[in-house]
């Protein structure tokens, strides 16, 4: 079996070197991961030029493409994304608008390029919140194409109206951590038999 290779999307609103909670959760799943033989990378969406649109290259200095090639040769991605108003980031959504962009994607057997792609979601927020902006995010991996494991999703928020970021929080939630391990278990085990055993032709 090859090695398999994730990709997570860091949705933050907060461009580098500034710190982000989404992006620590985002890398504890990578590290989860690495413990099923899953490589792969963080990616920081606003540290690149990603154009609003719904096509695969918007043009004019377009960075989308670049990150959907990592997203090509991944089979598991990540969303990590922070909660605002109860919302999934702007960023988030962003991200989501231009994967509406691979319903038009197809292989030479007429199947979707992401049907053998596992999707999961991280979320951190200091509000209530995490299964609402689950919910949207995995349904619309889901759209376009991914499968969902069981459990595929992990989060922390903080006391409501609080303004602890997970990043500060001390030592860290055995609940959070545990939903990371499975969620990286789950991930990993639906990646390989859809390696093994593709969904059928269209």
């Given at each position: 079996?090859?090695?398999?290779?994730?990709?997570?999307?860091?949705?933050?609103?907060?461009?580098?070197?500034?710190?982000?909670?989404?992006?620590?959760?985002?890398?504890?799943?990578?590290?989860?991961?690495?413990?099923?033989?899953?490589?792969?990378?963080?990616?920081?969406?606003?540290?690149?030029?990603?154009?609003?649109?719904?096509?695969?290259?918007?043009?004019?200095?377009?960075?989308?493409?670049?990150?959907?090639?990592?997203?090509?040769?991944?089979?598991?991605?990540?969303?990590?994304?922070?909660?605002?108003?109860?919302?999934?980031?702007?960023?988030?959504?962003?991200?989501?608008?231009?994967?509406?962009?691979?319903?038009?994607?197809t292989d030479e057997q007429?199947?979707?390029?992401?049907?053998?792609?596992?999707?999961?979601?991280?979320?951190?927020?200091?509000?209530?919140?995490?299964?609402?902006?689950?919910?949207?995010?995995?349904?619309?991996?889901?759209?376009?194409?991914?499968?969902?494991?069981?459990?595929?999703?992990?989060?922390?928020?903080?006391?409501?109206?609080?303004?602890?970021?997970?990043?500060?929080?001390?030592?860290?939630?055995?609940?959070?951590g545990a939903?990371?391990?499975?969620?990286?278990?789950?991930?990993?085990?639906?990646?390989?038999?859809?390696?093994?055993?593709?969904?059928?032709?269209?």
């Open positions: 079996m090859p090695t398999l290779r994730a990709l997570v999307l860091c949705c933050t609103l907060k461009p580098s070197p500034a710190p982000s909670s989404a992006e620590l959760l985002g890398r504890e799943v990578l590290a989860a991961l690495a413990d099923h033989d899953v490589q792969g990378e963080v990616v920081r969406v606003v540290d690149h030029r990603v154009r609003f649109g719904v096509s695969t290259d918007e043009g004019d200095g377009d960075e989308w493409p670049a990150i959907r090639a990592k997203l090509m040769e991944s089979q598991i991605l990540v969303v990590a994304t922070p909660i605002w108003l109860g919302q999934p980031s702007s960023v988030c959504k962003m991200v989501l608008e231009r994967l509406d962009a691979e319903l038009s994607e007429g199947r979707l390029r992401t049907y053998g792609k596992v999707g999961a979601v991280a979320v951190v927020g200091n509000e209530d919140g995490a299964h609402h902006v689950t919910a949207e995010v995995l349904q619309a991996l889901n759209d376009v194409g991914f499968s969902v494991a069981a459990a595929a999703s992990t989060y922390w928020v903080g006391e409501a109206m609080g303004g602890t970021d997970y990043r500060d929080a001390g030592p860290k939630p055995e609940t959070t939903a990371t391990r499975t969620l990286a278990r789950n991930a990993a085990h639906l990646a390989q038999l859809l390696a093994a055993r593709p969904y059928p032709s269209s």
